[in-house]
């Protein structure tokens, strides 16, 4: 399997990780994928989860970034109602974006993490950029038919890097 598509690690949420996990990797920015990582597609609003977990993350010093390919509008209610900062239309799996974000932010590769549901968005744009990336279950399975075309290539890799042991799981890496 290519490299670009194995992540640092593996969660089941987002919402498992604490701001202590992100800290001993040297970690300031944590950006973080939207849909299906933070809350469905359907889910408008903040839920309760993305609330509690922002609260810790900021409570913690760490700096939160939605980066999300969606549109402005979706991205920016969500990201306004949770208060907290965002970019949308970040062209994942291309990493340009990100890596322009991070010299716009003056952040090295290693100063950032991104979290997200998708091996072919997230997971590529991360490792194109040198960003550690964490990879998470979607959250529902109501998905847009894009989401549901690049699954049938995040399945099996998924499947592979399970049951190969090339990402371990968030829990196992000490630092
Ligand atoms: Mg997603």
Redesign the pocket.
């Known amino acids: 399997m290519r490299r670009r598509c194995i992540p640092f690690a593996l969660a089941e949420t987002i919402f498992e990780i604490p701001a202590s996990f992100y800290q001993s990797l040297g970690v300031k920015a944590v950006l973080v994928?939207?849909?299906?990582?933070l809350d469905p597609y359907v889910v408008s609003d903040p839920t309760e989860s993305p609330k509690k977990w922002k609260e810790a993350l900021l409570g913690a010093g760490l700096r939160i970034v939605i980066l999300s390919n969606n549109s402005g509008k979706r991205v920016s209610r969500y990201a306004t109602e949770l208060g907290v900062e965002h970019r949308c239309f970040m062209k994942k799996p291309f990493s340009g974006p990100l890596k322009r974000f991070l010299a716009q932010e003056n952040l090295k590769p290693g100063e950032a993490i991104l979290v997200?549901?998708?091996i072919m968005?997230?997971v590529q744009a991360a490792n194109g950029a040198g960003v550690r990336c964490v990879l998470t279950e979607p959250l529902d399975p109501r998905e847009p038919p894009w989401t549901k075309f690049n699954r049938l290539f995040d399945r099996p890799k998924r499947k592979k890097i399970k049951a190969k042991g090339l990402a371990p799981d968030w829990k196992e890496i000490v630092p």
Do not use: E, F, P
């Open positions: 994928d939207l849909d299906n990582t997200g549901d998708q968005t997230d």
